[in-house]
């Protein structure tokens, strides 16, 4: 299965925009790269996904790089809410019964 | 609104118990999951069901087996739960083929 990397952390400033990195250079060509957040004391939560174009909806942008090896989402204003751990994975569009494995995912944190 | 209940938000057990963990989603979603979440390791896959009766191993499966009788529902089983299963327990379901995945809130299990 195909892995992503992330980093372990990231810092922000409430009302700026933060941008999170994802690695995943083994991507084949039919997986999709989704977001998912959580937040303190929950379960994770679906933000976004995409394959091979940018993506916009009502909590992020997702940027995907031309060679699909890396992906960035993007928060346009952060707020303190937006302090989660982000998992950044994998989802092949073939076998509809596919596992999804997720990793450590990025701790953001929002500064006041 | 789509919902993933898990029926217990905390247990604590004693080493050696048998211990079940429940979860009921009612979207009719074929397919289900089980994650475990411990700090530093993220999540963690350790069974899938693609529909009644079906499962499959994930990347921990040592130490649990799972029941799928009824759609909706999908129980984890620790057969003789030790100290090194204390953990939080996620489940979560999708839509075959579908992209996203919906969470329960979680099960945080300690094992005495």
């Known amino acids: 299965d195909a892995k992503t990397t992330q980093p372990n952390s990231m810092e922000s400033n409430e009302e700026e925009p933060v941008h999170l990195p994802c690695n995943h250079s083994?991507?084949?060509?039919?997986?999709?790269i989704h977001w998912y957040r959580q937040l303190p004391s929950q379960g994770p939560e679906y933000v976004i996904h995409g394959l091979t174009s940018n993506v916009n909806n009502r909590m992020a942008s997702l940027a995907i790089a031309e060679d699909r090896k890396s992906s960035t989402l993007i928060l346009h204003r952060a707020t303190l809410r937006d302090a989660a751990v982000y998992y950044c994975?994998?989802?092949?569009?073939?076998?509809?019964?596919?596992?999804?494995?997720f990793g450590k995912g990025i701790t953001l944190s929002v500064r006041p | 609104d789509v919902k993933v209940t898990q029926s217990s938000r905390y247990l604590v057990k004693r080493t050696g118990e048998k211990v079940f963990l429940e979860c009921v989603q009612d979207m009719d979603h074929e397919n289900m999951f089980w994650y475990r979440q411990d700090p530093g390791l993220g999540l963690r896959l350790i069974y899938f069901s693609y529909d009644v009766k079906m499962k499959e191993k994930g990347d921990i499966p040592e130490g649990y087996s799972v029941s799928r009788e009824k759609k909706e529902r999908f129980s984890l089983i620790l057969e003789s739960a030790s100290t090194n299963q204390t953990s939080m327990y996620l489940c979560?379901?999708?839509?075959?083929?579908?992209?996203?995945?919906?969470f329960g809130a979680g099960s945080r299990l300690t094992v005495l």
């Open positions: 994975i994998l989802r092949p569009s073939t076998g509809a019964n596919s596992k999804l494995t």
């Open positions: 979560a379901s999708r839509d075959r083929g579908a992209n996203v995945l919906t």
């Open positions: 083994t991507i084949s060509g039919t997986d999709y």
